[in-house]
């Protein structure tokens, strides 16, 4: 989802910016942000350029905006953006129709990511504005969630966890055990996977900064007063590059993979690639190519085996051999 599409996260960024007595925003720093706070909503890297930036100020600063003042403040020949009166916000003025009606767009949308931490803030922004949201009977579009997941209530206080480096006291119930166990976590990075949500920190036990804890299976926490180890050393941007899904296997190493689908299924792997490195080519009309550079792990496995007879797996030996053991134990299940 292209939440970068909707402006009034943009504006509020913006807004909170130039009204900064403390800090100087110069233009790059504006795209900064508004990056920033989109990647903390969604997830994923978003690339709000510096025309839509100027764009939006522009926005701001006419009459069908706000009527902004900005101040004429620069430091050599860059300038900085600060409004003339910073007690001024946008957020205590009223809305006209043009942003009213983009704010009730942005919140159909998001209005169906209910529970979801990060657009908390959106809630707290319309009652701010005294704006009445009125959902629509009939959505016209959604979005793959699920809002009965076990363990989602968790999710809000996991979140403020990590933004609020809180070292947390899990109570862990994992499916092979009988009984739920505890787990000292410095929490790092909540990532969603497959509509299951999972969260990823140092196990102050083992030292193993790449935990994996499915919060389905968390039956509650609470904070530890042991002090939080901010300084972890793992890019969580680019942690899962190498794999498809989350998990990492600890002796894993990236593998050159070729695969072969047939039919009308290669015509959708074009059009939805299996993972960031795949480079493919159809070899004859009913046969696509796949090559892929990742680290093999069970999650790639079982997107291999949902394909079923429309895939082959040409290389290496190694996966060849997994696969295929599989489809024989799937087999003798029907013998």
């Known amino acids: 989802m292209a939440i970068a599409k909707f402006p009034l996260i943009r504006y509020k960024v913006l807004d909170r910016c130039f009204r900064s007595t403390y800090k100087k925003y110069f233009i790059e720093d504006l795209i900064e942000e508004c990056n920033k706070v989109l990647y903390e909503m969604t997830g994923t890297p978003e690339n709000i350029k510096l025309r839509q930036i100027r764009s939006d100020i522009a926005f701001m600063i006419s009459p069908e905006g706000w009527n902004i003042e900005l101040a004429e403040l620069f430091e050599g020949k860059k300038r900085i953006y600060r409004y003339e009166d910073t007690s001024f916000s946008i957020m205590n003025l009223p809305l ?109 036990k083992y030292n193993v900064e790449n935990w994996n804890m499915a919060i389905d299976r968390i039956v509650g926490f609470e904070a530890s007063p042991i002090s939080y180890k901010e300084n972890c050393s793992i890019d969580w941007e680019d942690y899962f590059d190498e794999i498809i899904g989350v998990t990492k296997p600890l002796d894993g190493k990236l593998e050159n993979i070729v695969l072969h689908f047939y039919g009308n299924t290669g015509k959708y792997i074009v059009s939805k690639p299996l993972h960031g490195s795949q480079k493919d080519k159809w070899i004859d009309e009913n046969t696509l190519e796949v090559r892929l550079e990742l680290i093999p792990n069970f999650e790639f496995e079982r997107t291999i085996l949902s394909y079923g007879d429309n895939v082959q797996v040409i290389a290496p030996e190694s996966i060849i051999s997994t696969i295929k053991e599989k489809l024989q134990k799937a087999v003798s299940l029907y013998q």
Not at 124 to 150: C, Y
């Open 96 to 204: 006209n129709d043009k942003v009213v009606e983009a704010f009730r767009a942005a919140t159909d949308v998001l209005s169906q990511f209910d529970g979801m931490p990060q657009f908390d803030w959106l809630r707290e922004s319309l009652l701010e504005m005294n704006m009445e949201v009125e959902g629509s009977s009939t959505p016209s579009i959604s979005f793959e969630s699920n809002r009965f997941l076990k363990g989602i209530e968790h999710l809000s206080g996991l979140y403020q966890a990590i933004k609020n480096k809180t070292v947390l006291n899990i109570q862990y119930q994992d499916f092979n055990a009988s009984e739920p166990y505890d787990i000292v976590l410095h929490p790092y990075y909540l990532k969603q996977y497959n509509n299951r949500w999972f969260l990823f920190g140092l196990n102050e």
